[in-house]
């Protein structure tokens, strides 16, 4: 690809969005040709999509769920992402495949290797360039979700939110490009850390 996809990945609330416009003001600031976009959505029949996945008080079954996550992916991935890759762009993205392993796979009990596998034909074995991985404590989900509207997803409890952490931080482990930042810094700690990875991974250069 001609471009550089780089993906924010964490528990809602981490700050990826912050960190993702900041991302994008600072690599437009340099003269790039960026592209901002998220999972589930990013395109108009993603986001018909999202709003049923993420509808609160919708009866979605898991394997359901998997398989809308990967629906909605399928359709990102082959209308908005590899374009753009393939016109020279910087593609951020807020979620992609991780998210999945991490929510439905450790979350769920969904098996793994059946998650991987609908992933890679979901994606077409498109895989970021980097992989940011936001993980906070979890009295900062509820401090920070005090005056928030809460999704289906984050209106699951502390032990579902346990195991989709451990799910993140086995993923790191085993995903190529992928690096840990401590999400419970402040905004500006959080910047500092993004901009040096992107220096260290030569991602712009």
């Not at 394997?63 to 629906?71: R, T």
């Not at 016109?87 to 793994?112: F, H, N, P």
């Not at 490009?177 to 991602?203: F, G, P, S």
């Amino acid at each position: 690809m001609k471009g550089k996809f780089i993906v924010l990945e964490g528990p809602d609330r981490c700050g990826k969005s912050t960190q993702a416009k900041l991302l994008v003001n600072h690599l437009t600031s340099l003269g790039k040709d960026v592209i901002l976009t998220r999972e589930p959505g990013g395109t108009p029949t993603a986001e018909q999509i999202r709003k049923i996945v993420l509808q609160p008080g919708l009866d979605v079954r898991p394997m359901a769920e998997l398989f809308l996550y990967e629906a909605s992916r399928a359709q990102h991935t082959q209308e908005k992402i590899l374009p753009a890759l393939e016109a020279g762009k910087i593609v951020i993205c807020e979620r992609y495949t991780m998210s999945t392993a991490a929510y439905q796979g450790y979350g769920r009990g969904i098996d793994l290797d059946m998650i991987d596998t609908l992933n890679r034909i979901a994606t077409l074995e498109t895989k970021p360039d980097l992989t940011l991985v936001f993980l906070m404590s979890d009295k900062y989900f509820v401090k920070r979700g005090e005056y928030l509207f809460s999704d289906r997803l984050e209106q699951e409890d502390a032990a579902f939110r346990q195991k989709m952490r451990k799910g993140y931080l086995d993923l790191i482990n085993q995903t190529p490009h992928a690096y840990l930042i401590n999400a419970d810094q402040t905004i500006e700690d959080i910047q500092h850390r993004v901009l040096e990875l992107l220096k260290e991974t030569h991602i712009t250069d």
